[in-house]
């Protein structure tokens, strides 16, 4: 306690523009890295396009042009709506038969036996196999995207969940046999708080996934999305439309990213010291 | 008074991982602890104290024999202090004294007061990871207390702790337990601590294990952890098991 004090009090003694100061160099730290990367990334770009001086390699201008076309009146955000639409679907089914196949082999060996050559084969067949596979069988309809996207991430996220259910404490399992926890109980308060780290690495790693095999299902089959979009750009030879649409959608999950799974993950780990190394 | 806690012919071997050999942990072992009765196992490492106590807390099964735990048998409210405080690190101090009271049917109304009880008033709110060593394992007192216990396993509870830490604790379990006795077994190496806390100690031997000796310890409560006569019991145990 006597620690906390003193630190108030250390705190208490700066003015209120070294309070500002320290914050905006709190804010910098946390901002300017990333930024730096990016503007890294269009210095590199635009070396580049006047390099090659070719219509292939547009320069930075024409790109952000394009995404300023696809951005104003709303076009690009209906069209990255859909998309994720078909990724959430898709990967709430994918995360629901995940959590409980992979419960299920984490508590049976023979079950774990089981699942263990499917998963190996779902972790080998490319998105592009089961896009593929599934436009021939289910044609257009949301089925579709659905069933390629649980097919392609399903895998993953299974091993996801096995890692987290092996990192629950046998120490505590213990304990909560001799206090008579009720199964609800362990569940809420001991497996799934257990689990939630390892959820959400596996959310973030089947997002992206999912990403890949949408954009190939919505390429062949479907009529609307981003990788029809994608594709109609492409068609049209138009390069700084393809640049402009996965800027764009980078974009989305990079707020997906922060906004959501990084306060889910701060969230979930407030209880954590944290270390002043 | 009749025995809450009686082991009668329990056997169990274990088999040993690299040999395959099996090696017989106990044979044909009996013992009573009467209602209210603190009993404390000492002996060599690996001699079944452990064991023992994991068969009564449900953790481990016996190869055969019986294990009788008093009048409501298998339902009996069981509490237990292990050698790690074994809390949920993701709840506060209050939600883990909770989960065990609520699930022994006991409701969360004494939550705080044995808390404050306990010396971690301050702490109610906090997670785990903020408190000391010895701070967590008072809430796992506190824990073990709040289902009101009929019975109450103690695994080598204090040998974590420094020295100082750990007679605090002493002092305060033989407090708690003075309050409602439960009926305990206490597994420990610390002669003294056996000594401070128990009615009767039950010195083990052997492979398999024994009984070597039982020494009832007759002092009045609230005893003081400097008694001589705790000092004179520590030597006579020492000489059982040295030879």
Known sequence: MADTIQVESAKGRHDKGAATASALRRLAGLWLPSIAFCVCLLGFWEVMARATASPLVPNVGEVLGEVRRLVVGGFAFRQIGITLGRILAGFSVAFVISLGVGIGAARSVMFRRF????????LTVPGLVWALLCVIWFGVGLTT???????????????????????????????????????RDKLIHIWIPSLIPHLIGGARVGLSLGWKVIVLVELFGLSNGVG????????????????????????????????VLQSLERASSKWRRVSEL | MSALIRFSEIEKSFV???????????RSFDLDIEEGELVALVGPSGVGKTTLLHIVAGLQRPDSGRIDTGPNGASARVGMVFQQPRLLDWRTVRANVD???????????????????????????AYPAALSGGQRQRVAIARAFSIEPEILLLDEPFSALDELTARRLRILMQDMWLKAPPTGLLVTHNMLEAA???DKIVVLGGKPARTIATIAIDLPRPRDPEEPELFAVHRRIMALLSH
């Not at chain 1, 979009?229 to 049209?236: A, D, H, K």
């Not at chain 2, 040993?16 to 106990?26: A, K, M, T």
Request: hydrophobic share 50%; proline share 3%.
């Open chain 1, 228 to 259: 029809y979009q994608l594709n109609s750009e492409f068609s049209s030879q138009n390069v700084a439309g393809v640049l402009a649409w996965t800027i764009v959608f980078w974009a989305v999950m990079v707020v997906i990213e922060y906004g």
């Open chain 2, 196 to 198: 401070f806390l128990a």
């Open chain 2, 16 to 26: 040993r991982q690299n040999s395959g050999r099996i090696e017989p942990v106990l």
């Open chain 2, 99 to 125: 989960l065990a009271s609520k699930a022994a049917g006991r409701g969360t109304a004494r939550t705080v007061g044995l808390l404050t009880q306990i010396g971690l008033r301050d702490y109610v709110d």
């Open chain 1, 115 to 122: 699942c263990d050559p499917a998963i190996i084969l779902g």
């Open chain 1, 145 to 183: 995207p659905i069933v390629a996207i649980a097919l392609g991430i399903g895998p993953v996220m299974v091993l996801h969940v096995l890692q987290g259910m092996k990192a629950v404490d046998s120490e505590i399992v213990e304990m909560a046999h001799v206090f008579r926890l009720s199964t």
